[in-house]
């Protein structure tokens, strides 16, 4: 019966993600492939939405958006969320530990922090994504609006008005 | 090599996460250019904002501090609201009262000889409670709590409350050897039946606020000689000796970085020892472990070491201590080592 044996496979499918023993190929911009755990990869809620959907899980998933160096961190981090356990509070600090460490590192440059942000907001991966933008806030705090300018490249737009009303708000502070 | 470019929704979802406490930081982000003034005016990201930091500690509103020269316990004082931000409750003093702790939005004082008054400054509303007639002291102080499990006490104004009283009594040479304490559910009306504890050393209890670390409700005695912890599950009082204790120094309780009791020892010359109490390994007794040392002299603009200097309050849900010396009063953010003035004294906290 055809309902039957579709039952059959779907059961058949879910223990076999429930077991995260399906390996995925994720290939970055520059054509280099990086083969993951899937449980490592659903960390990715793009990726994680396109393997349920059934698609083309045996071809891997070309990445665009996102080249090798940037890739490889960005799999570091779930992996280890992924394929760790973290149900008792050793495993919870392991993994606070890990991300803490993690995040210090990526602090140090700059330039690659924001990668990462961008990689982790195109793949939906929540902790991670949560992680890099809160080290950009903090980086914010006690800073000038100068060196928040230089600190993200952006350049100095506003008008006279605007420098008035900001002198406006300053004394009314 | 200017910087990779971070898309607009990106840009929102770091201002999102921008600290609700520091009307600063977001003033200076709304100085830096054209889009990041409008996302930081606009309506639905304020929202946002809100939303997003309502999940974490509530503010720090302002501190309660009595109004007198000369603190000496249940001598007619104002207690005043000290604010921190913008925020005014309704009525600013309250005179002849005594606060005695500050938690989950509420301010408990002494006030009478025998009755505690839990006052919540954001609705005003005042609820008075007799002291339990089972424990007869000398020397009393109590804590306040909210008592819904997993509250995140955004919202919790007017609901039930759980209040610990101890106090000191059986004197010998002096000393107070011995101190009981009973908690009060504000659901029930009742006073639980009094837990007492001896030590060979004077309890007599400090009138610094509590501190609620895990299951428990801490008290300091005199000069940081022993901490009594009182346990809101089983109702028992004990008795927590410090590390080490500074004959011409200070102590206060605090909460650790992950929630653990914490103690925060001046050594009487210029730094201030942070200790945590945490869990031994395999479930074995806890111990105290020396966490971090601040140096006053790198922290406070004035410091004298031949000038008295006292730790009075702490901010629970915060890593504000506030300090006392002769050129004023001081909040310090333990993280980041920094000081502020406040300016005048300030003997308790409002979260």
Not at chain 2, 143 to 172: E, K, M, S, T
Not at chain 2, 314 to 323: C, K, N, P, Q, V
Request: glycine residues 8%.
């Amino acid at each position: 019966m055809a309902t039957g044996s579709g039952a059959a496979a779907a059961a058949a499918d879910a223990e076999e993600k429930e077991s995260g023993s399906r390996m995925i190929t994720l290939t970055s911009n520059e054509g280099k492939a990086f083969v993951v755990t899937e449980a490592s990869a659903r960390q990715s809620a793009t990726i994680r939405s396109m393997v349920d959907d059934g698609g083309c899980v045996d071809k891997g998933f070309p990445l665009p958006n996102v080249d090798s160096k940037t890739l490889a961190r960005v799999i570091q981090y779930c992996d280890e969320h992924g394929n760790k356990e973290a149900h008792t509070v050793d495993e919870r600090a392991a993994l606070a530990k890990f991300d803490k460490d993690f995040i210090a590192e990526l602090d140090a440059d700059k330039a690659f922090l924001y990668d990462v942000t961008m990689a982790a907001n195109y793949l939906h991966i929540q902790g991670l994504f949560a992680l890099t933008t809160q080290c950009i806030a903090d980086t914010i705090k006690g800073k000038t609006p100068e060196e928040i300018r230089t600190a993200f490249g952006i350049e100095y737009d506003l008008t006279a008005q605007d420098e008035e009303e900001i002198k406006e708000e300053d004394t009314h502070a | 090599m200017a910087p990779p470019e971070l898309t607009d929704d990106v840009v929102e979802e770091i201002l999102l996460r921008l600290p609700p406490d520091d009307p600063s930081c977001s003033a200076r982000a709304s100085a830096v250019c054209k889009p990041w003034r409008r996302l930081l005016s606009d309506p639905v990201f304020l929202r946002r904002h809100r939303a997003f930091h309502r999940r974490r500690a509530p503010p720090l509103l302002g501190f309660i501090h009595h109004f007198t020269d000369e603190p000496v316990r249940r001598i007619p004082c104002f207690a005043r609201f000290g604010p921190t931000t913008a925020f005014r409750p309704a009525e600013q003093e309250r005179k002849g009262w005594w606060a005695l702790d500050c938690r989950h939005g509420r301010v408990l004082f002494q006030c009478s000889y025998v009755e505690l008054a839990v006052w919540d400054p954001m609705t005003g509303d005042v609820r008075r409670q007799r002291e339990p007639d089972d424990i007869v002291c000398a020397f009393s102080t109590a804590a306040v709590l909210c008592a819904v499990p997993g509250c995140d006490h955004h919202d919790c104004h007017g609901g039930p409350f759980v209040l610990v009283f101890v106090g000191n009594d059986g004197v010998y040479e002096g000393n107070f050897l011995m101190a009981s304490a009973s908690s009060y559910s504000s659901e029930t009306g009742t006073w639980t039946a009094p837990s007492t504890v001896e030590h060979d050393e004077s309890l007599e209890l400090e009138s610094k606020p509590s501190v609620l670390a895990g299951d428990a409700v801490h008290f300091l005695t005199y000069f940081g000689k022993a901490i009594l912890r009182y346990d809101l599950t089983n109702l028992e009082l004990s008795v927590i000796l410090p590390p080490v204790a500074y004959g011409d120094g200070d102590a206060l309780l605090m909460t650790a970085e992950d929630g653990e009791l914490g103690l925060a020892l001046f050594d009487g010359e210029a730094s201030i020892h942070l200790w945590a109490r945490v869990a031994g390994a395999a479930g074995g007794d806890p111990g105290w472990v020396r966490r971090n040392m601040i140096n006053l002299y790198a922290v406070l603009p004035f410091f004298d070491p031949a000038h008295s200097l006292s730790l009075v309050g702490f901010a629970e849900g915060t890593d504000i201590i506030f300090l006392h010396t002769t050129h004023g009063d001081y909040r310090m953010e333990l993280s980041h080592c920094r000081s502020a003035s406040c300016g005048r004294r300030a003997d308790a906290s409002v979260g």
